[in-house]
């Protein structure tokens, strides 16, 4: 990688910066008002973190994770909500991120990690298969609010 990002844990009180990268993750489907209200609910439930990249003062990539703990998993991170700024992906950026997050997680205590990636994400499925990630399970929602 020819230059130098600084990578960082976002603290709380400035977690809001993430959500103008979730706003363009979204492709605006969800109201930057119900991401704010749902950030800090996500903060108040405790075991979410969100690590940054940034070029300078720019927050150009994001990468949220819970730390959770599954009677199958055990301790682990989840990466969610994982986001580059289009002008620096294929920059290293998302490399950069996903080898913070794996010493990140060995440092904490964690006995690994599981990801969940769209189906139709074809790229995004190919990188993290290319992280080590193995297909394990299908992963199910269910919307109350379209029933």
């Not at 959500?19 to 439930?45: D, F």
């Not at 920059?91 to 990690?113: N, P």
Request: charge should be neutral; include cysteine.
């Amino acid at each position: 990688m020819a230059k130098a990002f600084k990578i960082t844990l976002i603290p709380h009180n400035q977690m809001e910066t993430i959500l103008p990268l979730v706003v363009e993750l979204n492709n605006g489907a969800i109201e930057l008002k119900l991401l704010q209200k749902r950030l800090k609910a996500m903060l108040e439930m405790g075991g979410y973190e969100c690590i940054g990249v940034y070029d300078g003062e720019e927050l150009i990539g994001i990468c949220g994770l819970w730390i959770l703990n599954k009677l199958y998993a055990g301790k682990h991170v989840e990466p969610d909500n994982v986001f580059i700024k289009e002008k620096y992906r294929s920059a290293g950026v998302g490399q950069l991120m996903i080898d913070y997050l794996f010493q990140y997680a060995k440092e904490i205590g964690c006995e690994g990690t599981e990801v969940n990636c769209y189906v139709q994400n074809e790229k995004g499925r190919k990188f993290w298969e290319k992280q080590g990630y193995k297909p394990l399970a299908v992963h199910f929602f269910k919307n109350f609010d379209t029933e």
